[in-house]
Nanobody, 124 residues
Framework: QVQLVESGGGLQQAGGSLRLSCTASGRTLNDYGLGWFRQAPGKDYMFVAAISWNGDSTTYADSVKGRFTISRDNAKNTVYLQMNSLKPEDTAVYYC?????????????????WGQGTQVTVSS
């Protein structure tokens, strides 16, 4: 079982940047695809970004493409989400998730392990 812990959330002004981190314990992430999802108040979970087990493949939601970058450091058992040019509509709780299938896909049911989430609030 993989335990995931997110960090790096907070309050930021529109146009600013934040970097989220998600560190795993209990098992190496080397074989896992990793994803970031978010949930805004009153809304469903939304896919944000995903990365394959070896980092060769990344996928982004259209709403964040060109602004967000997902990366991973398998030596540190950590996945990152660099968020630039933040907008108020990016406000949400952000969750990282791990998929033992390794591909890093944009579909929520593919992910077996989830963190507790970190709040990101973007003010206008």
């Amino acid at each position: 079982q993989v335990q995931l812990v997110e960090s790096g959330g907070g309050l930021q002004q529109a146009g600013g940047s934040l970097r989220l981190s998600c560190t795993a314990s209990g098992r190496t992430l080397n074989d896992y695809g990793l994803g970031w999802f978010r949930q805004a108040p009153g809304k469903d979970y939304m896919f944000v970004a995903a990365i394959s087990w070896n980092g060769d493949s990344t996928t982004y939601a259209d709403s964040v493409k060109g602004r967000f970058t997902i990366s991973r450091d398998n030596a540190k058992n950590t996945v990152y989400l660099q968020m630039n040019s933040l907008k108020p509509e990016d406000t949400a709780v952000y969750y990282c998730a791990a998929d033992y299938g390794g591909r890093g896909v944009p579909t929520l049911p593919s992910y077996e392990n989830w963190g507790q989430g970190t709040q990101v609030t973007v003010s206008s």
